[in-house]
């Protein structure tokens, strides 16, 4: 069983509001990644960090930004939510190292704008 | 680019039966890695199945069985003896990199196994 935790799992907010989803992994995994998922079930990555204060784009582009201060925290936020971030965050992470292995995801956060 | 197909957007099966979800992928490297995801109800994606481009021998795990063929850039899944709980929706990805930022999905296949 996966150790990572996502907060909340269900939000609804109105435009303009800032939001902040949490994530957090109690495995000591230096990858962290954050995945949007369209309501068509497709998968994209928007962020991903390598480490404390690391943090990359994805190859889809994304208005959220995302801090790495904690090994164990990757929280990503939106300053001004509007209906087209309307959408389910996936967290994950990853074992560091070579080989590249499995991601591990939490249960996910369902963000709804309107 | 990397790529990956899955053409079945959903399946729909009487229990007990057997069911192949298709993927095929496309990449210009020669190392790279083939994964499966089950995401159940609940949300999460769980880790089925990874395979590196240099081993082709097929998979079976228990009901779960896996036929990756180069030559034709498949990596398809078979459930025998399909379940309820079988009933999800299935990823297939692909990874160039040893580091999973460049990892690619495939849009899924929503498996349901009807009673």
């Known amino acids: 069983e996966a150790d990572i935790y996502q907060t909340p799992r269900y939000l609804v907010i109105g435009t303009g509001k800032k939001i902040t989803l949490e994530c957090s992994q109690t495995m000591g995994h230096d990858k962290m990644y954050w995945y949007q998922q369209d309501p068509g079930m497709e998968l994209h990555l928007i962020h991903y960090s390598y480490g404390v204060n690391s943090t990359e784009k994805g190859d889809l582009s994304s208005e959220s930004t995302v801090s790495r201060i904690r090994t164990e925290h990757f929280p990503l936020t939106l300053e001004s939510a509007r209906p087209s971030h309307t959408s389910q965050y996936l967290c994950a992470s990853s074992e560091s190292g070579g080989d590249t292995g499995e991601l591990f995801f939490g249960e996910g956060s369902r963000l709804t704008v309107l | 680019a990397q790529k990956v197909t899955q053409a079945q957007t959903e399946i729909s099966v009487v229990e007990k039966e057997d069911v192949t979800l298709d993927c095929v992928y496309e990449?210009?490297?020669?190392?790279?890695?083939l994964f499966w995801y089950k995401q159940p109800p609940s949300g999460e994606l769980v880790f089925l199945i990874r395979r590196n481009s240099f081993d082709e021998q097929n998979e079976i795990s228990g009901r779960y069985s896996w036929n990756f063929q180069k030559s034709t850039s498949s990596f398809n899944f078979t459930i025998t003896a399909s379940q309820v709980v079988d009933s999800a929706v299935y990823f297939c990805?692909?990874?160039?990199?040893?580091?999973?930022?460049?990892?690619?999905f495939g849009a899924g296949t929503r498996l349901t196994v009807k009673p």
């Open positions: 990449t210009r490297d020669t190392t790279y890695y």
């Open positions: 990805a692909l990874s160039e990199s040893p580091h999973n930022n460049d990892m690619r």
